[in-house]
């Protein structure tokens, strides 16, 4: 059992930038694989980004691949989501998830493969 812990988010302005982070408590986060998603009031949660467990092999969002980078700390079961050249369309709110399972590189963007979520930190960007 993992509880997910995020925070960073906030207003910002088109252009800037956010470091988002997930905190893990329970089992060390080095145990899961870790992702990010995002979520809009009525659409269906979105895949941002992914690492694996030791951080050596990452995976993005096509549509936001330039823009984001992700990395771990396991030393402080932390997760850190790097959002660059904001803009109006990354309003929203994000999450940080994490599953034990064994996934493939097609996989990773699923989120009915991550086993914990967290509760969400919002993200508004102005323009």
């Known amino acids: 059992q993992v509880q997910l812990v995020e925070s960073g988010g906030g207003l910002a302005q088109a252009g800037g930038s956010l470091r988002l982070s997930c905190v893990a408590s329970?089992?060390?986060?080095?145990?899961?694989?870790m992702g990010w998603f995002r979520q809009a009031p009525g659409k269906e949660r979105e895949f941002v980004a992914a690492?694996?467990?030791?951080?050596?092999?990452?995976y993005y969002a096509d549509s936001m691949k330039d823009r984001i980078t992700i990395s771990r700390d396991n030393a402080k079961n932390t997760v850190y989501l790097r959002l660059n050249s904001l803009k109006a369309e990354d309003t929203t709110v994000y999450y940080c998830?994490?599953?034990?399972?064994?996934?493939?590189?097609?996989?990773?963007?699923?989120?009915?493969?991550?086993?914990?979520w967290g509760q969400g930190t919002q993200v508004t960007v102005s323009s």
């Open positions: 690492i694996s467990r030791s951080g050596l092999s990452t």
């Open positions: 998830a994490a599953t034990s399972k064994p996934l493939t590189a097609q996989a990773m963007g699923v989120p009915g493969l991550y086993d914990y």
């Open positions: 329970g089992r060390t986060s080095s145990s899961y694989t």
